[in-house]
């Protein structure tokens, strides 16, 4: 049988983990707010609605950024709409879902609930049936402490301490013939770069999103990223990557080597980037932030022209088995493999829609199986990133040919000692794996996390010297080690 061999040494580190990369995104969309995060009269809702079972699972899978209101919904929103008093708010069409809009559920709800829930906001501002004023009016609703019309209006509605929302995007998915208000990059790279600025104005302590392309097969890809930063390099901080894997569209092995497309996507992103700093002679390096990823059965999804309007659509509410699980492990390793660059992440969604939480309206809520990888590699993934020294028998794919069945990345926190090894088999043999710890002669393997294709429930095992490590077909591991002494 051959064997994966694996060499970690502290020397070979990326970067440290930032812990936004854990991030997650809550879309009015489908179920994902209402009947998802916001239910009133839910046995286990508050009094202002808010799920506090989903609450708790929040909290465990461990998100750390959460990213609202759109996506897609974002491009026809009026923030203005969903805060006063719940009596005034305007019931709306939304375009991008050609769904109802209660509008009951709006920014002040959904800052108390990312406080409840432990999470960091990230705001969205509509770029696209909107524009420059709205955005640095809702910079100034959220950030600014009191004095001026709309700091005045959030006081009004009963908020006195400002939001003080450290990450805003641009608009999203502006290049996507499908977005409400879609833009030409040059277009586009104007307006963001106005309204970064304006928003920068009310708030320069902001770190701003410029939308890159919608995923790597747009015909612009690329070129967008190009002409947008060439407009905005000096406002925005971060250019955005989207990235959805559909187990339907390739062949099976593909899919499985989903992480094979994400590393050269980052790669490909990151040297556009750098290829306009050099253009440009800047100094800054425009970081990443892979605001939506996730895996999704995108084939099955009917297109909104041909649904009826609805108020509560069951939308995406795809159902995971346990080689999605795999890939999602497997694409939170080449998000940490690329920590020096990409230090934003949100799965998308969070609860419902394509999503690792689920509920049933009035009933339960549950974890999916792609829940596992994402909690663990949040609660694990501490300290610096190592990138291990790995050998590894090749798997066949149609889209990427030959490539490693196993793929590794770890993780170390100095503070605690603690080493922690995420990998996964993505192939169909098993792979023994030999790991070689010659420059942590003290750690030793405590615990073994894993999950497989044909047992999707998370496993714990716990280890001693010794003990062989197999990696069963399709399957992810998180592999935790300490020092001797901490034992
Ligand atoms: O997450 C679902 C949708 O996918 C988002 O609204 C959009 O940005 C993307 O195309």
């Given at each position: 049988m051959a064997v994966a061999q694996l060499t970690l040494d502290p020397a070979y580190t990326i970067a440290p983990v930032d812990r936004r990369l854990f991030g997650s995104f809550v879309e009015h969309m489908g179920r994902c707010v209402y009947t998802g995060i916001f239910e009133p009269g839910h046995p286990s809702a508050d009094a202002d609605g808010l799920r506090g079972d989903v609450l708790d699972l929040v909290r465990e899978l461990g998100v750390t950024t959460v990213r609202y209101p759109g996506g897609n919904f974002v491009s026809g929103y009026r923030w203005e709409d969903g805060v006063g008093p719940r009596g005034d708010r305007p019931r709306r069409l939304d375009l991008a879902w050609r769904a109802l809009e209660s509008n009951a559920f709006g920014l002040n709800e959904f800052m108390r609930w990312s406080s409840l829930a432990g999470v960091e906001p990230m705001m969205a501002v509509n770029l696209g049936t909107r524009g420059i004023e709205a955005a640095a009016e809702l910079v100034e609703y959220c950030n600014l402490a009191e004095g001026t019309a709309a700091s005045d209006l959030r006081r009004k509605h009963g908020v006195a301490q400002p939001h003080d929302v450290r990450l805003w995007c641009l608009g999203n998915e502006m290049d996507g013939p499908w977005q409400i208000g879609s833009l030409t990059a040059d277009e586009y790279g104007r307006l963001a770069a106005r309204a970064g600025h304006a928003m920068r104005r009310v708030d320069p302590s902001i770190e701003l999103v410029a939308c890159g392309s919608s995923n790597s097969d747009m015909p612009t890809f690329a070129a967008w990223e190009a002409t947008v930063l060439e407009h905005a390099y000096d406002q925005v901080d971060y250019i955005s990557l989207h990235s959805y894997y559909d187990p339907e569209k390739h062949d099976e092995a593909s899919f499985r080597a989903s992480a094979v497309d994400l590393d050269g996507f980052i790669d490909n992103v990151v040297a556009t980037?750098?290829?306009?700093?050099?253009?440009?002679?800047?100094?800054?390096?425009?970081?990443?932030?892979?605001?939506?990823?996730?895996?999704?059965?995108?084939?099955?999804?009917?297109?909104?022209?041909?649904?009826?309007?609805?108020?509560?659509?069951?939308?995406?509410?795809?159902?995971?088995?346990?080689?999605?699980?795999?890939?999602?492990?497997?694409?939170?390793?080449?998000?940490?493999?690329?920590?020096?660059?990409?230090?934003?992440?949100?799965?998308?969604?969070l609860v419902n829609v394509i999503a690792p939480i689920r509920t049933r309206a009035g009933g339960e809520a549950w974890r999916q199986t792609i829940f596992h990888p994402f909690a663990h590699t949040a609660r694990l993934a501490r300290g610096t990133v190592l990138r291990p020294a790995l050998t590894s028998p090749d798997m066949t794919t149609g889209r990427f040919g030959e490539v490693p069945s196993v793929d590794a990345v770890a993780t170390h926190d100095e503070e605690s000692g603690a080493l922690t090894l995420f990998l996964v088999n993505r192939g169909t043999e098993p792979v023994p794996l030999a790991v070689d710890l010659r420059a942590f002669p003290r750690h030793r393997l405590r615990e073994h996390l894993t999950l497989?294709?044909?047992?999707?429930?998370?496993?714990?095992?716990?280890?001693?010297?010794?003990?062989?490590?197999?990696?069963?077909?399709?399957?992810?591991?998180a592999l935790c080690l300490t020092p001797e002494e901490s034992r």
């Amino acid at each position: 049988m051959a064997v994966a061999q694996l060499t970690l040494d502290p020397a070979y580190t990326i970067a440290p983990v930032d812990r936004r990369l854990f991030g997650s995104f809550v879309e009015h969309m489908g179920r994902c707010v209402y009947t998802g995060i916001f239910e009133p009269g839910h046995p286990s809702a508050d009094a202002d609605g808010l799920r506090g079972d989903v609450l708790d699972l929040v909290r465990e899978l461990g998100v750390t950024t959460v990213r609202y209101p759109g996506g897609n919904f974002v491009s026809g929103y009026r923030w203005e709409d969903g805060v006063g008093p719940r009596g005034d708010r305007p019931r709306r069409l939304d375009l991008a879902w050609r769904a109802l809009e209660s509008n009951a559920f709006g920014l002040n709800e959904f800052m108390r609930w990312s406080s409840l829930a432990g999470v960091e906001p990230m705001m969205a501002v509509n770029l696209g049936t909107r524009g420059i004023e709205a955005a640095a009016e809702l910079v100034e609703y959220c950030n600014l402490a009191e004095g001026t019309a709309a700091s005045d209006l959030r006081r009004k509605h009963g908020v006195a301490q400002p939001h003080d929302v450290r990450l805003w995007c641009l608009g999203n998915e502006m290049d996507g013939p499908w977005q409400i208000g879609s833009l030409t990059a040059d277009e586009y790279g104007r307006l963001a770069a106005r309204a970064g600025h304006a928003m920068r104005r009310v708030d320069p302590s902001i770190e701003l999103v410029a939308c890159g392309s919608s995923n790597s097969d747009m015909p612009t890809f690329a070129a967008w990223e190009a002409t947008v930063l060439e407009h905005a390099y000096d406002q925005v901080d971060y250019i955005s990557l989207h990235s959805y894997y559909d187990p339907e569209k390739h062949d099976e092995a593909s899919f499985r080597a989903s992480a094979v497309d994400l590393d050269g996507f980052i790669d490909n992103v990151v040297a556009t980037a750098d290829h306009v700093r050099a253009k440009l002679r800047r100094q800054k390096r425009i970081k990443l932030s892979l605001d939506e990823w996730n895996v999704w059965y995108q084939s099955r999804f009917t297109e909104p022209e041909d649904r009826a309007i609805e108020e509560l659509p069951a939308l995406i509410e795809d159902d995971y088995n346990g080689t999605d699980a795999v890939v999602v492990g497997n694409l939170l390793i080449s998000m940490l493999r690329h920590a020096d660059r990409l230090t934003v992440g949100a799965q998308a969604q969070l609860v419902n829609v394509i999503a690792p939480i689920r509920t049933r309206a009035g009933g339960e809520a549950w974890r999916q199986t792609i829940f596992h990888p994402f909690a663990h590699t949040a609660r694990l993934a501490r300290g610096t990133v190592l990138r291990p020294a790995l050998t590894s028998p090749d798997m066949t794919t149609g889209r990427f040919g030959e490539v490693p069945s196993v793929d590794a990345v770890a993780t170390h926190d100095e503070e605690s000692g603690a080493l922690t090894l995420f990998l996964v088999n993505r192939g169909t043999e098993p792979v023994p794996l030999a790991v070689d710890l010659r420059a942590f002669p003290r750690h030793r393997l405590r615990e073994h996390l894993t999950l497989s294709a044909e047992k999707p429930e998370l496993t714990s095992v716990p280890m001693s010297d010794g003990d062989e490590i197999l990696l069963p077909p399709v399957s992810w591991h998180a592999l935790c080690l300490t020092p001797e002494e901490s034992r």
